[in-house]
């Protein structure tokens, strides 16, 4: 099982001796600002085809939200790290029994997500867009995705030759 809160501490280790190094590098800052502005515009769109509703819906339900405990452990320390760039403060304590630690009442507390975070379609939200909403939607937060990646290749990069 992923321990993760020794990733998290690694993360706000890393984030404490490189974070301002790391801001300050005109390629990674640009990185960061595209990074936040797709996700935005991922965000937008489940705001405005109700995916956000319907998520808010399912976990009131208590038992159908899948933001499962297991997900936590699939983020990593470069993912997490990336969230303390954007300003995200990581809380240590779970906020929902049983769910996954970065669950608060009124959703995901993390900025950048893990894959499945952003593209999973349960039934219930590819019914509620279909066929077609949902390629659109699949196409957007691939965008997203895409750059989510580009960050992490150039903090790796910087990483690897400031730090480790
Ligand atoms: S994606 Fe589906 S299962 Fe997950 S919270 Fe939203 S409605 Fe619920
Ligand atoms: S969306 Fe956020 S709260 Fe839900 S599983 Fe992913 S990281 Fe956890």
Known sequence: MTDIQGLIDSARALYALYGDSILGNEI???????????IG???????HADIVATCSDCAKQGHGSCCMQDVEGW?????????????????????????CLFLGKSGC????????CVNYLC?????????????EFISVAG????SGWTVEQSLRKWLNLHAY
Do not use: C, W
């Not at 990674?28 to 797709?38: F, P």
């Not at 590819?126 to 909403?133: D, I, N, V």
């Open 75 to 99: 983020y990593d320390t470069i993912l997490l790290l990336i969230n303390l760039l954007m300003g995200v403060e990581i809380s240590d304590s779970r906020e929902i029994a049983g769910h």
């Open 123 to 135: 039934p219930r939200l590819k019914s509620l867009l279909g066929q077609a909403r949902a390629q």
């Open 109 to 116: 507390k993390l900025t950048a997500r893990y894959f499945f």
């Open 28 to 38: 990674i800052a640009d990185l960061l600002h595209t990074y936040k502005k797709d």
């Open 41 to 47: 515009r991922t965000n937008l769109m489940m705001q």
């Open 143 to 146: 965008r997203e995705l895409f």
